[in-house]
């Protein structure tokens, strides 16, 4: 049984002060919690505080990326050691704002990947088409070739204790959600695809829904076959919701 999973990815969002209330506020509700791993990720600076305000509950932390490499001279890069020395048990990797604005190339992505698993830390692996490639009907092609680039580089069985999230790039901060069975068909292609290089991979791997997954559809949603979870962005910042998604797998 693959155990749902609810991320929060708060993005370039927040303060010292709104960061420990939204904590305060999410640690005091995760006592009705008790089937999903709940998974929060900050932006990098806050990551320290974060993981001193989810200690002592089941709350864990992720960063929102990370480096392709180990140490030296990366100005501006967090590294794999860094993120488990303050707390990270999870990386976010490949959001598609980091390909769109950030220039990631599927190459760059997979090297993060592999950075993150060669040193202990679990990537929260993003894929997911533009509107433009949705209605070119090649969704699919794309969500193939950017798992490919992680295969080629890794192995299909790194996929093993990784999660993917499938966001699609017109659902992210939109509004505009993917019905649960246009989710639903995408997460079976890409259980379908691993399955066809390694079936016990493809039943373990959790597969999360991303892109405006709010308290209102997140039960459809997780309720579907494949969909194992969400990663929730807008949602995510205001306790009450964000502990309302992770309620939606009770
Ligand atoms: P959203 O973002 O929930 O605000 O659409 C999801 C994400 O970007 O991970």
Redesign the pocket.
């Known amino acids: 049984m693959r155990q749902v999973m609810v991320a929060g990815?708060w993005?370039m969002n927040g303060s010292s002060d709104s960061v420990k209330e939204l904590m305060a506020g999410i640690k005091e509700g995760m006592a009705a919690v008790t089937k999903a791993e709940v998974v929060v990720c900050p932006p990098a600076v806050y990551i320290p505080r974060v993981s001193g305000a989810a200690d002592g509950s089941a709350i864990k932390v992720g960063s929102q990326n990370i480096c392709d490499e180990d140490k030296g001279a990366f100005t501006g890069e967090i590294s794999a050691d860094m993120l488990k020395d303050t707390g990270c048990e999870y990386a976010i990797i490949g959001?598609?704002?980091r390909r769109a604005l950030y220039g990631e190339t599927d190459e760059l992505v997979a090297k993060r990947f592999a950075a993150a698993r060669r040193n202990g830390i679990k990537p929260i692996f993003?894929i997911g088409e533009t509107l433009e490639e949705r209605e070119s009907g090649v969704t699919n092609d794309v969500c193939s070739r950017q798992i490919d680039a992680v295969i080629a580089l890794e192995g299909v069985e790194a996929l093993a204790d990784g999660v993917i999230?499938y966001?699609p790039v017109w659902?992210?901060?939109?509004g505009k959600v993917a019905t649960p069975e246009q989710a639903q068909d995408v997460h079976a292609f890409i259980r379908g695809k691993i399955a066809a290089l390694n079936a016990e991979v493809a039943e373990g791997v959790r597969i999360l829904y991303?892109?405006?997954?709010n308290p209102g559809n997140a039960k459809e949603l997780i309720g579907q076959a494949d969909i194992d979870g969400g990663?929730?962005?807008?949602?995510?910042l205001k306790a009450e919701d964000f502990l309302a998604i992770c309620q939606a797998a009770e």
């Open positions: 990815n993005k959001h598609s704002e993003c999230a966001e659902a992210i901060g939109t991303g892109g405006s997954m990663l929730i962005g807008g949602a995510s």
